[in-house]
């Protein structure tokens, strides 16, 4: 829940980044931060299916909060950087959110949306370094009108931050479709809460391109310079993916079901397992119909020393006048 990082633990990641490099905020949102989830589904669901399941409402309670404390506190951030970690808590939330749901669907979205965050939250946070080394700050106050002379800037960080929303076409929204379309099938209500994360992402991430970009350009920001080749080349790419994640996300899905599929079948609470494993089982049709003959004492066949027929199987296990283990041998069956 500290790497995750898991609301009221989450305190660390802001500072993190804020003091990082950029290369360290990349590798810390693109990697180091997926060892929570990765623990999670590893670890804590396989190995302990019943404390997960119980503890499955408080975990994703903590997991909204998550979702919408972290956007809410996002607005409100003066500090780019710091505002794009803040994001990090609410995608985060998301992922937990659809882990702790144990639905196939949701499990799903929660694996791609770890691909996803990293993918988009990692290029975001390229950007906000490269405008750093040009422009020294990181305060959103001192910017605006940036689109004017860094077209290509604009650009990209539009792309990325409709990405990081989860427009769609773009690899977010698949995530995000699926951890929702999973929850809603469970519980509606956390479905509900968790969609209005997705509303309040939209609102500061747009609001914070507005005022980034948009608007009168600053004196000072004049001859604001545009990316180099080589960082254009390293956008494009990353824009690619998230393009290529959006639009064929059948490719990575496809890919992920049969683990899925095991890691729930692993993480079934125990009463569930042994609930399953007790419930009667019915009679096969063809054993209801057979005839039954007890066996004679004397071991000799009873198809040619006939002792009278019982009604059916059925009839005889539920009299008890055979052990339902050996219903089947004694029954005249092809079964």
């Not at 929570?36 to 994703?60: K, M, N, S, V």
């Not at 390229?126 to 650009?155: K, Q």
């Not at 509900?192 to 992402?201: C, D, K, Q, W, Y």
């Not at 397992?273 to 003959?293: D, G, H, N, S």
């Amino acid at each position: 829940a500290i790497k995750v990082p898991l609301f009221p633990l989450h305190t660390w990641l802001p500072d993190a980044h804020v003091e990082a490099p950029t290369a360290g905020s990349v590798i810390l949102a693109g990697v180091l931060l997926k060892m929570g989830t990765y623990g999670l589904l590893r670890f804590c669901l396989p190995l302990f299916p019943d404390a997960a399941h119980a503890l499955a409402p408080a975990i994703i309670a903590l997991a909204i909060v998550g979702i919408i404390y972290g956007s809410l506190v996002a607005m409100v951030q003066p500090d780019l950087k710091k505002l794009i970690a803040y994001s990090s808590v609410a995608h985060l939330g998301f992922v937990v959110l659809g882990i702790f749901s144990f639905s196939t669907i949701a499990v799903q979205g929660a694996v791609y949306q770890m691909l996803n965050h990293g993918v988009s939250t990692g290029a975001l946070f390229l950007l906000v370094g490269m405008m750093y080394d040009r422009l020294h700050t990181r305060n959103i106050a001192e910017m605006g009108g940036l689109a004017t002379p860094a077209p290509v800037l604009a650009s990209l960080f539009l792309i990325t931050t409709l990405s990081s929303i989860g427009l769609p076409l773009l690899n977010n929204f698949v995530g995000e479709f699926l951890i929702l379309l999973g929850v809603l099938q469970e519980r509606t209500l956390y479905a509900v809460l968790g969609a209005s994360g997705i509303v309040l992402s939209a609102g500061y991430m747009l609001w914070m391109y507005q005022r980034v970009f948009l608007g009168e350009v600053r004196a000072e920001h004049a001859h604001f310079p545009d990316l180099g080749l080589r960082e254009k080349a390293i956008l494009l790419a990353s824009v690619a993916v998230m393009l290529f994640m959006g639009v064929a996300s059948p490719y990575f899905l496809d890919r992920m079901n049969p683990a899925t599929a095991e890691l729930l079948d692993r993480s079934r609470s125990r009463e569930i397992r042994v609930e399953q494993q007790t419930t009667p089982q019915p009679v096969p049709e063809a054993l209801r119909r057979t005839p039954l003959r007890k066996t004679p004492a004397d071991g000799s066949d009873p198809v040619s020393n006939p002792l009278p027929v019982f009604n059916n199987c059925e009839a005889a296990l539920t009299r008890n006048e055979i052990p339902p283990d050996k219903l089947a041998k004694t029954c005249h069956s092809t079964i």
